[in-house]
């Protein structure tokens, strides 16, 4: 077998000519003619090399879809091949996708298909980590954020999360509630056991959104509440802003059902809270908050508990399964405070 840079220069030395003159059918098709011959042999990284450089020249040339199309050629030869994540094989992928452009469904027809590789051949469930927070930083920039959220949370990682707190604050200038935004980066991240990132958001978007909007600070308590040397409560107008941020807190130094005092306070928080109406008092939240309360508490769910659609929308968005028959029971470790799964950090 020869060696793959030999192989792939004699292929690209016939397809890339076609594409600076101007003939970018022609360069497809040859690209996927000796892609096609390459992969059957069993050469998959010559094939992978060829179906890589005349895609992104292709992309870089305007051809949208082909470009596409050879891009997920590539994709089909990293499962036949079983191609594990690497910063080499994520690295082509992250070029094609920015090189394809926010116009179109392109963009987003490779990027779900990358994910689902990257979850396959990954150490991750919901995706490789590295690969959705580079989606979610190129989908922000673009003004996307609906698009950019999921993948800031399933990405799970510190960076992930302070950008994610960035966009909330950007996003709830053009008009929201800010509790409401704070909501949407906290529960995710604890439903999914993952404190760091939780924390890290929520001090992140406190602090961000109360630099861009003064007013929201109380005028009640004006002095922070210390919980630890390195942990503290900022008090604003906004009761869900404040909810999320002693939820956080409260997760954190849960024990399971090894400790009835944290446990009650838990259950004091939510009641307290709830009590005053609102979004913490609608039922989506309430399951919600029933999961992560089963989750570090172990509190039992409630015989009867009716369906959490939004609970069942980020099970999905970060890699778990839609509920169906009996819901299944996830209680972290006592005293773990960030989940093991491996590439977050």
Request: hydrophobic letters at 35%; proline letters at 6%; one cysteine or more.
């Amino acid at each position: 077998m020869p060696p793959a840079d030999v192989s792939s220069s004699r292929a690209l030395n016939a397809i890339l000519p076609l594409v600076s003159s101007g003939q970018p059918y022609e360069a497809h098709q040859k690209a996927r003619t000796f892609a096609s011959r390459y992969s059957k042999s069993g050469q998959y990284d010559t094939a992978i090399d060829v179906l890589f450089q005349s895609a992104r020249e292709l992309l870089k040339s305007g051809q949208q879809g082909s470009g596409t199309d050879l891009a997920l050629f590539l994709l089909d030869v990293y499962e036949n091949k079983g191609e594990n994540v690497t910063d080499e094989s994520r690295g082509k992928l992250t070029q094609l996708i920015v090189l394809t452009g926010s116009s179109g469904s392109w963009r987003k027809t490779i990027i779900d298909r990358a994910v689902v590789w990257s979850a396959k051949h990954g150490t991750c469930p919901a995706g490789d980590p590295d690969l959705h927070h580079y989606i979610g930083e190129l989908l922000y920039k673009d003004g996307a954020f609906d698009a950019a959220e999921p993948h800031f949370l399933a990405s799970g990682k510190r960076d992930s999360a302070r950008l994610l707190a960035q966009m909330m604050v950007d996003w709830s200038a053009v008009g929201g509630v800010p509790g409401t935004f704070a909501l949407r980066g906290t529960l995710p991240y604890l439903e999914n056991g993952n404190i760091l990132a939780a924390r890290t958001f929520i001090v992140q978007f406190v602090n961000k959104i109360l630099s861009s909007r003064p007013s929201l600070a109380s005028s009640i308590q004006t002095s922070t509440l210390s919980v630890t040397d390195s942990s503290e409560v900022i008090f604003t107008t906004d009761n869900v802003l404040n909810f999320c941020q002693l939820a956080v807190m409260t997760c954190q130094r849960a024990q399971g059902d090894k400790n009835k005092a944290i446990r009650e306070c838990w259950v004091r928080l939510c009641g307290t809270y709830q009590s005053k109406g609102g979004v913490l008092a609608s039922r989506e939240i309430r399951s919600v908050l029933g999961e992560i309360a089963t989750l570090y508490f172990a509190v039992p769910p409630p015989r009867n508990q009716p369906d959490n659609p939004l609970g069942a929308m980020l099970s999905s968005m970060l890699g778990g399964g839609a509920p169906g028959g009996g819901p299944q029971r996830r209680v972290l470790t006592p005293g773990l405070t960030r989940p093991s799964t491996p590439g977050l950090d």
